[in-house]
T-cell receptor, first 112, second 111 residues
Framework: DAMVIQNPRYQVTQFGKPVTLSCSQTLNHNVMYWYQQKSSQAPKLLFHYYDKDFNNEADTPDNFQSRRPNTSFCFLDIRSPGLGDAAMYLC???????????FGQGTRLTVV | GQNIDQPTEMTATEGAIVQINCTYQTSGFNGLFWYQQHAGEAPTFLSY????GLEEKGRFSSFLSRSKGYSYLLLKELQMKDSASYLCAVRDPLGTYKYIFGTGTRLKVLA
């Protein structure tokens, strides 16, 4: 059974048109993460939540925003996607200090 | 700064043993994780070390030396399905639970 679910798996959006990616989890984990991964590169952390506490990485562009309305759901909003934002977006969760991160299947974003 | 280095690519033969190295220089350390990632898919957890030494899990083992900032993942009895990228990640200890990933090692297993 999938524990971290991302929708959709594939998303095509137009240049400049706002897009939202969603993530849900059944693990009841405190921490949720959004990573951006481009081809042959490391996953790059955009931001993460510890419960409702939001932690933004210093180099995450303002174009990327996130919401976590409750423990189970987290959203990534890209306000004005550019061609450089085409990537795989990975959502992950963690239960705390001594556990691994669990990843969703990812959403592959294409910008046209 | 944070720096995690892995070889870019490795090739090995089915049935063989391969060792994938990872060196890290991070401002802190609270565990090192190995993930497997097949092309176009999400990373899946393989192994975790927080203390020095070897952790064994079936065909996979991982070793850590904190004083040297060094880890390796050992894969035994290689199978074709082991062809994937292997990502090394360090967890930030500063209470924020961040995982910092290396660029990964692309392993090709040949028949």
């Amino acid at each position: 059974d999938a524990m971290v679910i991302q929708n959709p798996r594939y998303q095509v959006t137009q240049f400049g048109k706002p897009v939202t990616l969603s993530c849900s989890q059944t693990l009841n984990h405190n921490v949720m993460y959004w990573y951006q991964q481009k081809s042959s590169q490391a996953p790059k952390l955009l931001f993460h939540y510890y419960d409702k506490d939001f932690n933004n990485e210093a180099d995450t562009p303002d174009n990327f925003q996130s919401r976590r309305p409750n423990t189970s759901f987290c959203f990534l909003d890209i306000r004005s996607p550019g061609l450089g934002d085409a990537a795989m977006y990975l959502c992950a969760t963690s239960g705390g200090r001594n556990t691994e991160a669990f990843f969703g299947q990812g959403t592959r974003l294409t910008v046209v | 700064g944070q720096n995690i280095d892995q070889p870019t690519e490795m090739t090995a033969t089915e049935g063989a043993i391969v060792q994938i190295n990872c060196t890290y220089q991070t401002s802190g350390f609270n565990g090192l994780f190995w993930y497997q990632q097949h092309a176009g898919e999400a990373p899946t957890f393989l192994s975790y070390n927080v203390l020095d030494g070897l952790e064994e899990k079936g065909r996979f083992s991982s070793f850590l030396s904190r004083s040297k900032g060094y880890s390796y993942l050992l894969l035994k009895e290689l199978q074709m399905k082991d062809s994937a990228s292997y990502l090394c990640a360090v967890r930030d200890p500063l209470g924020t639970y961040k995982y910092i990933f290396g660029t990964g090692t692309r392993l090709k297993v040949l028949a």
